[in-house]
């Protein structure tokens, strides 16, 4: 529930109320147009939303919220394409003042013009969301995928990194199974919104915004604040999860005792796919958690509204048929402007446990369309994007990281897009500046002893007055030399700093080879710059795993990298996804050299051990290793 005040609560469950709404519209070009409640004709108005479909609980869905409104206004229609429509609710509180609440943003998608109405249809910004995704290889966790989908989408987030942090799987690594399908970012927020235990929605501000479904009431409705209501004679509750595993193409269900309640099936979650059988275990377990705290009666009912009242909310009914120990939970709404609020909650029957929903049978076909679409031998690509930032100084950074397999001995190619920032050290720049200075000769007309003793005369009287006056003669410049002219060669150190220039080194590594014969490099001053990337793959082999890395390194300065600035994908004919993690980790070690005297004795090697698993986001784990290590070795003169 939108947080309002107590005056508020108790003014909207009177029997009477006053109040009115207003709203603003922002074009593109950030002209703004207020109106109020004369501006609105009656019955026209509403706002629609909801977080789950028509028969069922679900999670992780990413549903946008539409509202229609007509108004009486002379407004272009041709201007209002993609403008804001902001809606305000003012109710009038006992002591006489009105309290505002927002009732949401939207983007205007149709605009109608009437002889005299203007009817407009906009929705919020989840349909932001609708564009192509292509980070199939992004690694990261909850909040690097909403970070990155926020981002390029451009959407504000409504919670911070501590909070989904703090949320179960908050923390978990995650990463995308090439087979999929996902086309969007609002398909990514979808998996990522099941892992969480959630769905995503735009709050009232425009951010988006994780909800989880929960088991405390936010208000009470009773009978004579509602016009009409029915209620479900069971409950719906889940005690177990399923979830389709790609590797084995088997589900992995998982329950709490007692199992007696429904299952929800989780389909074919990308996010889901790598990993121990115990990680997804662990993750399956905190979704169902999650889902443990649904316990709602489905129920259907026409009130006389609270427009605080969000998605997601628990409410409890009061009189009549409803049973006031048991709560239900609003999965969808829709508000008319001065007229009822429609609430509803859905729920799936448990004596329908055993039956196939058609989100079961979907998700079947779904896995039968992915596994004939991998044994044919069609184009394939794996792409990926970072889901993390990261800096890139003189030792060499791994940026890029892909895996594939494909099915045939075929050729791919690597592409590569890269938009880096730079920040090149200042430099040091001196020069000697050099001139001739010519100072002209002097007409004399009163000889003066030369100091410089070469007998020549200098002239020290006024050229206008004649006058010999000491004083005059004082303000005088000084003559330097004498009548013949003079060349001066005057020379002026300059010292100045300026920006340098930075030299980005890009290493390929395909199989922990390094690739010697291609290596880009670039050189850049301070700024934001881009570089283009490709390298052919050649003889591949039929179904063996291959690791396509790229490394940066930067001399003369640093350069960022920010989050989803680096795209890159492997073209090829029979690509298959990676086999998911067999539990090895690759560990590198550096041992320090030792000095061995005249004599071979045991050494004591103090070692540093560091390992860190091969990924771009940076874990590592050091120890220190202390004794006695035996070098042996032997000697002996060879003639020739």
């Known amino acids: 529930m939108y947080p309002v005040s107590e005056a508020f609560l108790q003014a909207v469950q009177e029997n009477t109320r006053s109040y009115f709404w207003s709203g603003r519209i922002t074009t593109t ?14 019955g026209s108005g509403y706002i629609s939303s909801q977080c789950c479909g028509s028969t069922e609980i679900e999670l992780g869905t990413v549903y946008a919220a539409e509202m229609g409104i007509t108004l009486l206004s002379d407004i ?7 403008a804001l429509v902001e809606l305000f609710y003012h109710l009038r509180l006992s002591d006489g003042s009105f309290e505002e609440v927002p009732m949401g943003i939207f983007e205007v998608s149709e605009a109608n013009r009437n002889i005299k109405t203007l009817e407009l249809k906009a929705y919020d910004y989840m349909l932001r969301f609708d564009k192509s995704f292509n980070g199939f290889e992004t690694i990261g966790t909850v909040f690097d995928f909403v970070s990155l989908c926020c981002k390029a989408c451009k959407v504000e987030m409504a919670q911070s990194k501590a909070e989904y942090e703090a ?7 995650l990463s995308i199974y090439t087979e999929n399908d996902i086309e969007t970012y609002r398909d990514v927020l979808y998996y990522v919104g099941q892992v969480l235990g959630g769905f995503f929605c735009i709050n009232r501000e425009g951010k988006l915004e994780l909800r989880k479904y929960g088991n405390e009431p936010v208000m009470e409705l009773e009978t004579k604040h509602r016009f009409t209501s029915s209620f479900s004679d069971f409950i719906t509750r ?18 709490l005792d007692p199992d007696d309640g429904l299952t929800l099936n989780l389909g074919v979650n990308p996010l889901l796919q790598f990993g121990l059988k115990e990680t997804r275990e662990q993750l399956c377990m905190n979704i169902l958690n999650d889902l443990a705290v649904v316990d709602y009666v489905p129920f259907d009912s026409d009130t006389i509204g609270n427009p605080a009242l969000d998605l997601g909310d628990v409410i409890r009914f009061k009189g009549g048929q409803a049973d006031e120990t048991r709560i239900s939970a609003i999965t969808s709404m829709q508000c008319k402007i001065g007229g009822k609020h429609t609430l509803k909650g859905v729920g799936k029957n448990p004596r329908l446990a055993h039956a ?6 979907n998700i079947s076909g ?3 369309q992915i596994i004939d679409n991998k044994e044919a031998g069609k184009i394939g690509i794996h792409t990926f994007t970072n889901a993390s930032s990261f800096t890139v100084g003189a030792d060499d950074v791994k940026i890029i990281s892909i895996e594939f397999a494909p099915n045939e001995a075929v050729m791919a190619q690597f592409f590569g897009s890269v938009i880096v920032g730079v920040n090149a050290d200042q430099v040091e720049r001196s020069v000697v500046a050099r001139r001739d200075v010519v100072i ?8 003066v002893e030369n100091t410089a003793g070469d007998g020549g005369v200098v002239d020290a009287t006024d050229e206008t007055s004649g006058s010999s006056d000491s004083a005059v003669a004082a303000e005088e410049p000084v003559v330097i030399g004498n009548t013949k002219e003079q060349t001066l060669s005057v020379e002026l150190p300059v010292v100045w700093k300026e920006d340098g220039q930075v030299v980005v080194h890009f290493t390929f590594e395909f199989n922990d080879n390094i690739i010697e014969i291609h290596q880009p490099e670039e050189t850049w001053h301070s700024g934001k710059h881009s570089i283009m990337l490709y390298y052919p793959i050649e003889n591949l082999v039929a179904n063996y795993r291959n690791i396509f890395n790229v490394y940066a390194r930067a ?3 640093t350069v960022t990298v920010d989050t989803g600035d680096c795209l890159a994908a492997i073209m090829g004919q029979s690509m298959g996804a990676g086999e998911a993690w067999d539990g090895e980790i690759k560990l590198t070690e550096t041992i320090k050299k030792v000095e061995i005297g005249g004599v071979l004795q045991m050494a004591a090697v103090d070692e540093d051990i560091t390992w860190k698993i091969d990924e771009l986001v940076k874990r590592t784990y050091s120890d220190v290793v202390h004794g006695r290590i035996g070098i042996g070795a032997f000697a002996m003169p060879v003639e020739r």
């Open 440 to 447: 002209p000769s002097v007409e004399v007309t009163e000889p």
């Open 76 to 82: 272009d229609r041709y201007t209002l394409e993609d």
């Open 555 to 557: 001399t003369g300065g």
């Open 366 to 368: 779904l896995l039968n």
């Open 356 to 361: 196939k929903s058609k989100n079961d049978k």
């Open 167 to 173: 949320m179960p799987n908050g923390t978990e690594l």
């Open 29 to 42: 070009k950030g002209v703004t147009y207020k109106f109020g409640a004369d501006d609105i004709v009656k």
């Open 238 to 255: 889940y005690t177990a999860v399923s979830s389709t595993n790609m590797k084995t193409e088997t589900a992995e269900y998982y329950h």
